[in-house]
C-alpha cells in the first residue's frame, strides 16, 4: 500500500498517476487542494493565494490542458513596477524608460560594464547577489534587484545561492536594454509573459479535476507519528496505516519532526531549513466587471460578475 500524506497538487497528482496501484491520500484538512485552492463568498471566487498557469515542461502543459479541457484562458501579463514615482513595465531590466533619466544612465552603464568583466565568482560558489552584479550591473542591483528581492526573501540576497535564478530573472542582451531604456517594445520576456488561468471557479478547479481520478482520499486526518522502522502512521483522529511506500507531500521540517525514528543529524538538518510566511490579501470589488481590467488585480481581488 502507497500511503501519501497531503492532498495538495503533488499528493493529488502522486495518486491520480499511480491509477490502479492500492494507494491512500491522508489530508488533515477538510478538503484537497492544499495551498492551489479557491473559496467562495458573497458572490465572489477567492484563491487561497494566486495562481497563474505557466508551464516550463510540454508533458505538464498537456497534462493540466487534458484535465480542463476547454476551461482555461490565456492571459497576457501585465505587471507593474513603482519606483521614482513611475510605474514601468516588469522586467525592470528592460522597462528603464520613464525612470529620471540618472537612473536610466545609471542601469546602462553598470550592465555594459558586465559585458566586459568576467565573471568573478565560480557558478556553484555565487550567490544571488552576486549573480546580480555580474549579470545585470551595479545600476539595476540597486535601483531594483536587490531592494525587491531582500524585500520578498527576506534575507540578506548574500545567503542565497544562484543556481535556481537563470530560467527565473530574465538576463537580457545589449539590444533589450537599450530598447528598454528607449520605450522600445519589441518582445516579451521573462518566464510568465502569458499564463493560462480557469475561465471559471478560481484555481481550485484544478485540484478538483485531479480529485475525479483518485480513489481513497481521507479528509481531517493529520498524521502525527511516523515509525519509518516498522512502516507504520499514526493520525491524530487515531487511525494507524500501515504502509509499504510512504509519500510525503507535508512541509519537510514537519515531515521529519514526526518521524522519531531518525537520526540526529537529519533532524537537526530539517530544523535548520528556512521559509518565508506570506499573507494573501483578497479584496473583493463590487462594481461590474470591465473585461481586460480583471486580470490585473487578480492575485490579489476578485470582482463579483455574472456575465463572463
Ligand atoms: C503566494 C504563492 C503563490 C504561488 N503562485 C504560484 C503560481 O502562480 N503558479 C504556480 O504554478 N505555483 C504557484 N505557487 C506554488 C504552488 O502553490 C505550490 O507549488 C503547490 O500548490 C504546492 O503543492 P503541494 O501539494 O506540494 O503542497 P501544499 O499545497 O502545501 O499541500 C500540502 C497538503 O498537505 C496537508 N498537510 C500538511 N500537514 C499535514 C499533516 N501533518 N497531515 C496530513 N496532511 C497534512 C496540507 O493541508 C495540504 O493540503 C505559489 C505558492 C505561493 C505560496
Known amino acids: 500500500m502507497i500511503l501519501i500524506v497531503g492532498a495538495g497538487l503533488a499528493g493529488l497528482s502522486t495518486a491520480y498517476h499511480l491509477g490502479d496501484r492500492a494507494c491512500r491520500v491522508m489530508e488533515k484538512e477538510k478538503e484537497a487542494g492544499g495551498l492551489c485552492r479557491s473559496y467562495h463568498m458573497d458572490g465572489f471566487t477567492f484563491d487561497v493565494t494566486g495562481h497563474l498557469l ?11 490542458e487534458g484535465l480542463l479541457v476547454g476551461s482555461l484562458t490565456k492571459h497576457t501579463r501585465r505587471s507593474y513596477i513603482y519606483s521614482h514615482q513611475t510605474y514601468t513595465e516588469y522586467p525592470f531590466q528592460v522597462n528603464t524608460y520613464g525612470l529620471p533619466p540618472e537612473v536610466v544612465r545609471e542601469c546602462l552603464l553598470g550592465f555594459i560594464a558586465t ?24 545600476g539595476m542591483a540597486k535601483h531594483f534587484m536587490v531592494p525587491f528581492n531582500e524585500k520578498l526573501w527576506q534575507v540578506s540576497l548574500d545567503e542565497l545561492t544562484s543556481d535556481w535564478v537563470a530560467w527565473l530573472v530574465p538576463k537580457p542582451e545589449l539590444k533589450d ?99 518565508v510566511s506570506v499573507y494573501n490579501v483578497n479584496l473583493g470589488l463590487a462594481r461590474e466587471r470591465r473585461r481586460c481590467r480583471t486580470m490585473r488585480y487578480m492575485s490579489s481581488t476578485s470582482t463579483r460578475c455574472t456575465s463572463p
Open 115 to 138: 559585458l566586459t568583466k568576467p565573471p568573478a565568482t565560480p557558478p556553484e560558489d555565487r550567490s544571488f547577489k552576486a549573480w546580480i552584479l555580474e549579470n545585470l550591473g551595479e
Open 177 to 275: 536594454v537599450v530598447n528598454g531604456a528607449l520605450g522600445i517594445k519589441d518582445k516579451a520576456f521573462g518566464y510568465n509573459p502569458s499564463f493560462l488561468y480557469p475561465t471559471q471557479g478560481g484555481i481550485g478547479v484544478l485540484p478538483g479535476a485531479f480529485l475525479s481520478g483518485v480513489r481513497d482520499i481521507v479528509y481531517g486526518s493529520e498524521l502525527v507519528e511516523v515509525d519509518t522502522g516498522r512502516r507504520r502512521a499514526t493520525f491524530q483522529d487515531g487511525r494507524l496505516e500501515e504502509y509499504d511506500t510512504l509519500v510525503s507531500t507535508i512541509p519537510v521540517p514537519e515531515l521529519v519532526r514526526r518521524c522519531t525514528d531518525l537520526p540526529r543529524p537529519i533532524r537537526e538538518a530539517a530544523e535548520g531549513l528556512r521559509c
Open 54 to 64: 505557466h508551464f516550463r515542461q510540454a508533458e505538464i502543459k498537456t497534462l493540466v
